[in-house]
């Protein structure tokens, strides 16, 4: 195992248990993004890798959903349930066309996608705000972190930054802009893997973006209200839709 990589499997793995592979977003490693979804591990083989630029690993000098959506490939098995939340979403749409037959399916949790909304009010609004940010934000990282929280409407914690989420706030600093990625919807269409769009009915501009995904992919939509963005973190409520969502493909 490199210590780069998280993996929460049970400790003795059956071979028909399915396979879960979580992508984490920015800011967190995939310890603290996927916390909520250690009690899975009892039902599913549980593979949470953490990207590159978060710790236990170095800083980076730069992050590229494209770049990202390559490294992946190296978790990919036949079989695979992909998971990716908020940035991890949209190297998981990336991933899942360039790997389409290693997929059992696909479950994005708001991926910020946002060029795929581009023209719709609340997303356009989100992209502006996110632009200026990075173009004439804070460069500190901690007070980058504050103003992006505002942004993606995340609470704040009080007081000062661990040395973690500093880390994390320096990774995000470098991301591409994810709204630049193109999302390869002629090849993610036809494909015969079940797809799941996950919302957590706080934000418009989120909301925009997973109607179009629902639409393009024809996916299954949840929408989870709150944890905000983090979806995920709600526990219970997302593991059982997860749960069920992975049984059904699995049985076809």
């Given at each position: ?23 984490h977003g920015?800011?967190?490693n995939?310890?603290?993004?996927w ?6 591990a ?15 690993g ?5 992050v ?13 098995e036949p079989?695979?349930?992909l998971?990716?939340h908020s940035?991890?979403g ?12 290693s ?35 804070p ?18 914690p ?5 040395p ?15 709204s630049e ?9 036809p494909?015969a ?10 934000s418009?501009?989120?909301?925009a ?7 393009r ?12 963005h ?14 069920r969502?992975?049984?059904?493909a699995?049985?076809?």
């Amino acid at each position: 195992m490199a210590a780069n990589e998280y993996f929460v499997t049970p400790e003795s793995r059956m071979e028909s248990q399915p396979r879960l592979l979580l992508v984490h977003g920015s800011v967190v490693n995939a310890e603290r993004t996927w916390a909520a979804q250690k009690p899975l591990a009892g039902r599913f083989e549980i593979v949470a890798p953490n990207r590159r630029g978060f710790p236990p690993g170095p800083d980076v000098e730069r992050v590229d959903f494209e770049d990202e959506a390559v490294w992946l490939d190296q978790f990919l098995e036949p079989g695979t349930h992909l998971v990716g939340h908020s940035y991890g979403g949209v190297i998981s749409l990336l991933a899942a066309a360039r790997r389409p037959e290693s997929l059992r399916s696909l479950t994005v949790i708001e991926p910020p996608a946002f060029g795929i909304a581009r023209g719709i009010p609340a997303a356009d609004e989100f992209m502006a705000r996110t632009e200026e940010h990075w173009t004439n934000g804070p460069r500190d990282p901690g007070e980058f972190l504050r103003g992006f929280l505002a942004i993606i409407g995340s609470s704040t914690p009080a007081g000062s930054f661990t040395p973690e989420l500093l880390q994390g706030a320096r990774t995000l600093m470098v991301e591409r802009p994810p709204s630049e990625a193109v999302i390869p919807f002629a090849v993610l269409e036809p494909t015969a893997f079940p797809k799941l769009v996950v919302s957590g009915a706080h934000s418009a501009a989120f909301d925009a973006v997973c109607d179009v995904l629902e639409e393009r992919l024809g996916a299954e939509r949840a929408v989870l209200p709150g944890a905000g963005h983090s979806v995920q973190r709600l526990g219970e409520p997302f593991n059982a839709l997860l749960t069920r969502f992975v049984e059904r493909a699995e049985a076809g």
